[in-house]
């Protein structure tokens, strides 16, 4: 079946504008994660959902990022006055209903291919 | 807080000989512990995972890892690599109470043929 998608693929935009980005989730996935990856900083979290709402926001490194998960399903992620320093590529994951592991229920992640954003 | 060290950011191995990719994490919990790879502009993708039970888990393309809880490692392991196993392996945790996985920052495997 098809996996998590992202768009666009690449984007490269100019300092202090605002960008979108779109993860389609796979189908009956509840959750949904985004990660941004960046030379400096490796595999950082950003923010988590569960159905429409987002539990764990902790990973926004500023309030000049935003997301959004609509119908649990596609979420964007915003960011307004784009930053050179926000260059990095941006993953989505989604997970399906947590599953008994153990000692707790956990969440397999599925990663999408990632958005590439160049701030010049 | 949970991290995870990954103390090689690249190893360069002969193709066909073993090679084994480090990581220690800190928790304070019980954890989680996975393997992803990301090949050359793709995206990450699952080798294995470590939930509970037998300390040594093994995953796809032969890969196989260890969770030693004592000295809070889980190494990465293969007996023969090939050409196709070049791309960056990351280590990642979770722990109780958290859904978002730490990641380590990588580490680059290169196949010499």
Redesign the interface.
């Known amino acids: 079946g098809a996996g998590v998608s992202q768009s666009p693929s690449n984007k490269v935009t100019e300092k202090g504008k605002d960008v979108e980005l779109r993860c389609d989730p796979i189908s009956g996935h509840t959750a949904l994660y985004w990660y941004r990856q960046s030379l400096g900083q490796g595999l950082e979290f950003l923010i988590y959902f569960q159905g429409n709402s987002a539990p764990d926001k902790s990973g926004l490194p500023s309030d000049r990022f935003s997301a959004e998960r609509t119908g649990g399903s596609v979420s964007t992620l915003t960011i307004q006055r784009t930053q050179q320093e926000d260059s990095a590529v941006y993953l989505c994951a989604s997970s399906p209903p947590a599953r008994r592991g153990g000692l707790r229920y956990y969440n397999e992640q599925f990663f999408g291919p990632g958005t590439r954003l160049t701030v010049l | 807080a949970q991290s995870v060290t990954q103390l090689d950011s690249q190893v360069p191995v002969f193709e066909e000989a073993p090679v084994e990719l480090r990581c220690n994490y800190s928790s304070s919990v019980?954890v989680?512990l996975f393997w992803?790879v990301q090949y050359p502009n793709?995206?990450?993708?699952?080798l294995l995972?470590y939930?509970?039970?037998s300390t040594l888990v093994k995953g796809i393309n032969g890969f196989e890892a260890e969770f030693n809880k004592s000295q809070t490692s889980f190494h990465l392991r293969k007996p023969s690599v090939h050409i196709s196993d070049t791309a960056e392996y990351?280590c990642?945790v979770?722990d109780?109470g958290?859904?978002?996985?730490?990641?380590?920052?990588?580490t680059r495997l290169t196949i010499i043929p």
């Open positions: 019980s989680y992803y793709q995206g990450l993708q699952l995972k939930l509970s039970g990351f990642a979770s109780f958290n859904e978002k996985l730490t990641f380590g920052t990588g």
